[in-house]
């Protein structure tokens, strides 16, 4: 029971939304990385040399745990009071969220390009890849406007 008494300074939730979004990295580069492999096997089954564009893909989505991670240190940077730790928490939540769900639906983008690029390996790459930014820029709002909600101290 005194455990739960414990006052512990300068923790509030803050690794949340680090965790959230670091969870919703490894689903979005599983996904993308399903949809390379599906894309590999095609040209393995007609003996051709597999394309490496499908990594950048892959890799995509790993971006949205450093977001996270700079949130994180953000919110433990405004050293809050022991009082708002509900209210860290809570943002935290909210910012990780998004950021993760922007890793999940970009994982999803990218298995969908490794699949238009293995049906046309001529098909311009830098568009799928704009696409994947778009859908990343939704973490990076997330990231900016959750930092921008922290009061300062």
């Not at 597999?50 to 405004?78: D, E, H, K, R, W």
Request: charged share 10%; proline share 3%; glycine share 14%.
């Amino acid at each position: 029971m005194s455990l739960l008494m414990t006052t512990v300074e300068g923790f509030g939730g803050h690794a949340i939304a680090l965790g959230v979004a670091g969870i919703g990295s490894a689903i979005g580069t599983s996904t993308a990385a399903m949809g390379a492999i599906g894309m590999w096997n095609k040209y393995v089954l007609e003996k051709k040399k597999l394309p490496a564009m499908a990594l950048a893909l892959v890799g995509m989505p790993l971006s949205q745990v450093i977001y996270g991670m700079i949130f994180m240190n953000a919110l433990i940077g405004a050293n809050l009071s022991p009082e708002s730790y509900g209210h860290q928490m809570l943002l935290s939540l909210c910012v990780g969220l998004v950021i993760g769900a922007s890793a999940v639906l970009q994982g999803k983008t990218g298995a969908k390009a490794c699949m238009n690029l293995a049906n046309d390996p001529k098909a311009g790459i830098g568009m799928y890849i704009a696409v994947m930014g778009i859908v990343e820029t939704v973490a990076l709002l997330a990231m900016v406007f959750g930092m921008g909600a922290i009061p300062q101290a």
